[in-house]
């Protein structure tokens, strides 16, 4: 079976580092022969999350769209910026509106319950985005209960992090992305994904 694997990046700003490391994943999953669908938040804009809005007009179409995205692969890579030591307004809006997708697309209650998530960060400091990752995985995993693999991409001082190809520079980065796009193939083709099953 061919893994199907979802990437985006929590921002949508022109030029995103995140945007870039999004696109090198995509690459580096795509040579491990996974079928991978590269998707920009721009797409799907929603408006803020809102109960009452909820309650008044139901899911907006783009919440729907992008869940569709969601559960029509097997896994997702989310590169996302870190925002005040946490994760960026567009991205946690964007998670709060596709969890409220539940049937038929969610089996479980939540198209997120069970279902595996790689994630990275580039930023122009030097802790590589770690703390917005604690917070992403801490909604993705106790928030979301989704499978968060332990390995995850940093790239620290990632205004340089990147050549004119939009290829990482650095041997260690390479490496470490290269390792963590494995690292979900194998989890999602392997013993991880019978486990959701």
Same mark, same amino acid.
């Given at each position: 079976?061919?893994?199907?694997?979802?990437?985006?990046?929590?921002?949508?700003? @022109?030029?995103?580092?995140?945007?870039?490391?999004?696109?090198?994943?995509?690459?580096?999953?795509?040579?491990?022969?996974?079928?991978?669908?590269?998707?920009?938040?721009?797409?799907?804009?929603?408006?803020?999350?809102?109960?009452?809005?909820?309650?008044?007009?139901?899911?907006?179409?783009? *919440?729907?769209?992008?869940?569709?995205?969601?559960?029509?692969?097997?896994?997702?890579?989310? *590169?996302?910026?870190?925002? #005040?030591?946490?994760?960026? *307004?567009?991205?946690? #809006? *964007?998670?709060?509106?596709?969890?409220?997708?539940?049937?038929?697309?969610?089996?479980?209650?939540?198209?997120?319950?069970?279902?595996?998530?790689?994630?990275?960060?580039?930023?122009?400091?030097?802790?590589?985005?770690?703390?917005?990752?604690?917070?992403?995985?801490?909604?993705?995993?106790?928030?979301?209960?989704?499978?968060?693999?332990?390995?995850?991409?940093?790239?620290?001082?990632?205004?340089?992090?990147?050549?004119?190809?939009?290829?990482?520079?650095?041997?260690?980065?390479?490496?470490?992305?290269?390792?963590?796009?494995?690292?979900?193939?194998?989890?999602? @083709?392997?013993?991880?994904?019978?486990?959701?099953?």
């Amino acid at each position: 079976m061919t893994p199907r694997i979802l990437v985006f990046a929590g921002s949508i700003r @022109s030029g995103s580092l995140n945007a870039r490391l999004a696109a090198v994943m995509a690459k580096e999953l795509a040579l491990l022969g996974a079928d991978v669908s590269l998707v920009s938040l721009a797409d799907y804009p929603m408006p803020l999350y809102d109960g009452d809005l909820e309650e008044e007009r139901g899911l907006p179409e783009n *919440a729907d769209k992008l869940a569709r995205q969601i559960t029509g692969h097997d896994a997702v890579f989310i *590169a996302s910026p870190e925002h #005040n030591a946490g994760i960026p *307004a567009l991205l946690k #809006n *964007a998670l709060d509106w596709t969890s409220r997708i539940g049937p038929p697309y969610a089996p479980r209650g939540s198209i997120y319950a069970r279902r595996a998530f790689a994630i990275g960060a580039a930023s122009p400091g030097m802790a590589g985005g770690q703390r917005g990752l604690i917070a992403l995985r801490q909604v993705l995993e106790l928030g979301l209960g989704a499978i968060v693999l332990p390995e995850q991409v940093l790239l620290e001082r990632a205004t340089k992090g990147f050549d004119e190809a939009g290829e990482l520079r650095d041997l260690r980065h390479q490496g470490l992305t290269r390792l963590v796009a494995r690292r979900l193939v194998e989890f999602i @083709s392997g013993e991880g994904l019978a486990k959701r099953s």
